[in-house]
């Protein structure tokens, strides 16, 4: 059964008029979970060099598919509140991997290995298991700072310990900084792709190193799992 497409301005008016508030009702409407509410920085490639970075913030009731907001020159600055190491094996069709892991450290209820270190799947060249970054950011979307998820994809992992390394000799840890992603268009094999670029765009101040302090805490769940939608790139399952 398909959803019914609902005109926003239509609710609000119903409820005025029958004298129910429009603003008191959305207050109790939240979800047990914060994951589920979260959005993601999603990178479509194009074989022309087109490439584009949007921020998926899921479906609703006003419009078909997911709500899809660009992001301006490709050009994504935020503060990292949150970072993992990621891996995922998933066999063919499946809607969950047949093992995962956060950190080095395997979450499957019946993992290949004790560890990921060590794993025979996690060996790059041989092994099919997928290593990726999670990165839980703040970011400025329709002037309020929102948290959002970016899962950097394994070829763009070199970007990120290049950047870790720099703030390390900096002395500088990840959540002060004002980090900045942006698309690189690659042509390699007969392939044209996008890496995500990292730099350092200043420091944040304290009003958002606040809110990044409380946003680590309402998604700390995300910490303990992995994701269909982590591993919803291209190629991230074969």
């Known amino acids: 059964m398909e959803n019914q497409m609902i005109e926003l301005s239509d609710a609000q008016k119903a409820l005025s008029e029958s004298g129910w508030s429009y ?4 207050q109790g409407l939240q979800p047990e979970s914060n994951a589920l509410m979260i959005p993601r920085v999603v990178i479509s490639h194009d074989d022309r060099g087109k490439h584009k970075m949007f921020i998926d913030m899921g479906s609703n009731y ?4 997911s709500e899809e907001i660009p992001v301006p020159g490709n050009k994504l600055t935020g503060i990292i509140f949150g970072s993992q190491k990621i891996h995922a094996l998933w066999g063919k069709e499946e809607a969950h991997p047949t093992c995962s892991g956060i950190d080095g450290i395997p979450v499957s209820s019946e993992p290949i290995h004790d560890k990921c270190a ?10 099919n ?22 899962s950097l994809p ?10 870790l390394v720099k703030m390390q000799r900096s002395q500088l840890p990840l959540v002060i900084g004002r980090t900045c992603f942006s ?6 094999n007969g392939y ?5 670029g990292i730099t350092l765009d200043g420091l944040a101040d304290k009003a958002t190193l606040l809110q990044a302090k409380q946003a680590r805490i309402d998604y700390e769940m995300l910490n303990s799992v992995i994701s269909s939608e982590d591993y919803s790139d291209a190629g991230d399952r074969n």
């Not at 603003?23 to 959305?26: C, I, S, V």
């Not at 006003?62 to 598919?65: A, H, K, S």
């Not at 698309?183 to 390699?188: T, V, Y």
Request: glycine fraction near 8%; hydrophobic fraction near 35%.
């Open 129 to 150: 298991c997928k290593k990726k970054q999670r990165l839980l950011l703040l970011v400025e979307l329709e002037g309020k700072l929102t948290p959002v998820i970016l």
């Open 192 to 196: 044209r792709y996008a890496e995500i």
């Open 23 to 26: 603003d008191d009702e959305m």
């Open 62 to 65: 006003l419009q078909e598919g």
């Open 118 to 127: 060590g794993c025979p799947e996690a060996v790059i060249g041989s092994g």
């Open 154 to 163: 394994p070829t763009s992992l070199k970007h990120f310990e290049k950047h």
């Open 183 to 188: 698309l690189i268009d690659i042509k390699r």
